[in-house]
């Protein structure tokens, strides 16, 4: 099967003259070969990037006319429960929150959450880490040193929480996550 369009994602804080191939870095294909893309999409942006920025990032990528090159940033929305039966809302309003983790770059919601929140301590697993009742347990000692926190995590590791049967109630009531969505900030 032959894709009808090459699509290549660049995440802004893994520039690709940066990066390395595999497996010391995360390029999967030589940098030149951007230019066989339809379209290439800067993701992860800061919200305030400006049309300069966005034009220093194409003049970076060095890309042939008639590519086009996209720049999306990460919207969060308000916290959900993990767990929705036992949820406790008021948590949310802490000032304090743990940072529950199972993606390979966890800065962009770090610095989001930094906003509303001193991150008390941080629980980072391995990316697509499959939680364990060992990790339950792991998990129940963090929020007790840390009892007036919040738990928060991303929509993807909720999932994957969701599942653990060994949280005791008290620890599922503080267990949030955010909801993210990709917003275009501008296309060429």
């Not at 042939?64 to 993990?82: H, M, N, R, S």
């Not at 770059?105 to 001193?118: A, C, G, I, Q, V």
């Not at 339950?136 to 929020?143: D, E, F, L, S, V």
């Amino acid at each position: 099967m032959k894709p009808s369009k090459n699509i290549v994602l660049i995440d802004s804080s893994r520039p690709i003259d940066r990066d390395h191939l595999l497996p010391l870095g995360r390029l999967r294909d030589l940098p030149e070969q951007i230019k066989r893309a339809h379209t290439v999409v800067v993701t992860k942006c800061p919200p305030e990037m400006d049309i300069a920025d966005m034009f220093l990032w194409e003049q970076r990528l060095k890309m042939p006319a008639g590519i086009e090159v996209q720049f999306t940033t990460l919207k969060y929305a308000d916290p959900l429960p993990v767990f929705p039966q036992e949820a406790d809302k008021r948590y949310i309003y802490s000032k304090f929150a743990i940072l529950l983790t199972s993606i390979a770059n966890p800065r962009h919601l770090r610095y989001h959450l930094l906003s509303f929140y001193k991150i008390s301590s941080d629980l980072e697993f391995r990316d697509h880490h499959n939680f364990s009742n060992r990790d339950a347990g792991k998990i129940k000692r963090w929020a007790l040193k840390h009892n007036k926190a919040l738990i928060i995590t991303t929509e993807k590791d909720a999932q994957r929480l969701s599942a653990l049967t060994q949280l005791p109630d008290e620890v599922k009531s503080r267990m949030f996550y955010l909801p993210v969505e990709a917003v275009l900030l501008r296309s060429r």
